[in-house]
């Protein structure tokens, strides 16, 4: 099992950064996604590490993820902050390394709690 506490979340101005934390204790983490699901809407993918590092097309340019495997953590800068940015942020994680980055919710097996974030214009 694998339990997963992300962190780091808050309340921020447009234009400013905030950086979420996700760690996991029970397994190594291998791949690791960032979702996040705003009032009324569906759970979207923001960033995933696996092989490869992948962004959302509305976050590229934004938003840099790291992992720290010594730490078994990883992390999401988000820079630039945008009003539509304002959700709950969800750490996800799954078995295994691709080259193609798992985007979907049920390609997870593994969820956080979730942390939240709110941009004000």
């Known amino acids: 099992q694998v339990q997963l506490v992300e962190s780091g979340g808050g309340l921020v101005q447009a234009e400013g950064s905030l950086r979420l934390s996700c760690a996991a204790s029970g397994r190594t983490l291998y791949t690791v996604g960032w979702f996040r699901q705003a009032p009324g809407k569906e759970r979207e993918f923001v960033a995933g590490i696996s092989r490869t590092i992948r962004y959302a097309d509305s976050v590229q340019g934004r938003f840099i993820m790291t992992r720290d495997n010594t730490k078994n953590t990883a992390d999401l800068q988000m820079n630039r902050l945008k009003p539509d940015d304002s959700a709950v942020y969800y750490c996800?994680?799954?078995?295994?390394?691709?080259?193609?980055?798992?985007?979907?919710?049920?390609?997870?097996?593994?969820w956080g709690q979730g942390t939240q974030v709110t941009v004000s214009s």
């Open positions: 996800a994680a799954k078995s295994g390394t691709y080259f193609i980055m798992p985007r979907t919710v049920r390609e997870y097996d593994y």
